[in-house]
């Protein structure tokens, strides 16, 4: 799975207990999808081993995550 410097430099080092599985899982079986206003794709996911949506930014080539986290305020 490709990853942007920010996910690899940032998002991994202020969330190290995400897993690239539960972002794989979240990328092949997405509640809902969404196109930003940049072009970058947001993805939805629920991780059932803990309990919450997990949000996946991936940049607009569809191909690399830019950014991941739980979103508390995702209503499915």
């Known amino acids: 799975m ?3 410097a ?5 998002v991994m080092v202020r969330r190290p207990y995400l897993k690239m599985e539960w972002i794989a899982h979240v ?3 997405p509640i809902r999808t969404e196109v930003q206003s940049n072009g970058r794709i947001r ?3 629920y991780i059932a081993e803990a309990g919450k949506y ?4 991936m940049e607009p080539d569809g191909e690399t ?3 991941a986290f ?6 499915p």
């Open 27 to 29: 990328l092949r079986n």
């Open 65 to 67: 995550v830019h950014n």
């Open 2 to 4: 490709k990853t942007t």
């Open 43 to 45: 993805y939805w996911g």
């Open 6 to 10: 920010y996910f690899r430099k940032s």
């Open 54 to 57: 997990l949000r996946v930014v």
């Open 70 to 75: 739980f979103d508390r305020s995702f209503k």
